[in-house]
Antibody, heavy 118, light 107 residues
Framework: EVQLLDSGGGLVQPGGSLRLSCAAS????????MSWVRQAPGKGLEWVSA????????YYADSVKGRFTISRENSKNTLFLHMNSLRAEDTAIYYC???????????WGQGTLVTVSS | DIQMTQSPSSLSASVGDRVTITCRAS??????LAWFQQKPGKAPKSLIY???SLQSGVPSKFSGSGSGTDFTLTISSLQPEDFATYYC?????????FGGGTKVEIK
């Protein structure tokens, strides 16, 4: 059974940093690209970043480019999102999502809430 | 970037109704279109990929169609568990983009 367990969210001040993690199980992690998708309170879904299975290729939304870094540790079946220079508009639930082969998603984590506020 | 426009943004329907949701892409995306269902407080769930292919375990009352720029999601007979928000997503190119969502409510 595929499982994705998101963690690392919390309350952070504007300008601060946070690292999110997604622990994966139930599939061969290194064989699949992964993404982070976020959802601001009461709003729709916004794709944030993606990474290839081998970690070589990364992609970012313009809204986070230069501030967020996606990475993965295949030996530990874990996906990360390093978030710097956080802004109030980054407040959202962050979900990790497994790609299906194409860059759409067949499995999602349960989400972790990031709140950026002073 | 490819913009995805869903309509309507919300609808009210009764149990047993046939419901259709539309998604339009700002440029052609072939069949690279997925649909997701999200219930309050829950993560999204994948329903359809490649415009019309049902994900494993998804009931056949859900169907998708379309190609190019215009796509539809149809629920053949609405049941209480189908009241949720539905999103389309294009994966023709990065950045990946979602439609704004369609909230299906009980009439």
């Amino acid at each position: 059974e595929v499982q994705l367990l998101d963690s690392g969210g919390g309350l952070v001040q504007p300008g601060g940093s946070l690292r999110l993690s997604c622990a994966a199980s139930g599939f061969i992690f290194r064989n699949y690209d992964m993404s982070w998708v976020r959802q601001a309170p009461g709003k729709g879904l916004e794709w944030v970043s993606a990474i290839s299975g081998n970690g070589v290729s990364t992609y970012y939304a313009d809204s986070v480019k230069g501030r967020f870094t996606i990475s993965r540790e295949n030996s530990k079946n874990t996906l990360f999102l390093h978030m710097n220079s956080l802004r109030a508009e980054d407040t959202a639930i962050y979900y990790c999502a497994k790609h299906q082969g194409n860059p759409t998603f067949d499995y999602w984590g349960q989400g972790t809430l990031v709140t950026v506020s002073s | 970037d490819i913009q995805m426009t869903q309509s309507p943004s919300s609808l009210s329907a009764s149990v047993g109704d046939r419901v259709t949701i539309t998604c339009r892409a700002s440029q052609g995306i072939s069949h690279y279109l997925a649909w997701f269902q999200q219930k309050p407080g829950k993560a999204p769930k994948s329903l359809i990929y490649a415009a019309s292919s049902l994900q494993s375990g998804v009931p056949s009352k859900f169907s998708g169609s379309g190609s190019g720029t215009d796509f539809t999601l149809t629920i053949s007979s609405l049941q209480p568990e189908d009241f949720a928000t539905y999103y389309c997503q294009q994966y023709n190119s990065y950045p990946l983009t979602f439609g704004g969502g369609t909230k299906v409510e009980i009439k």
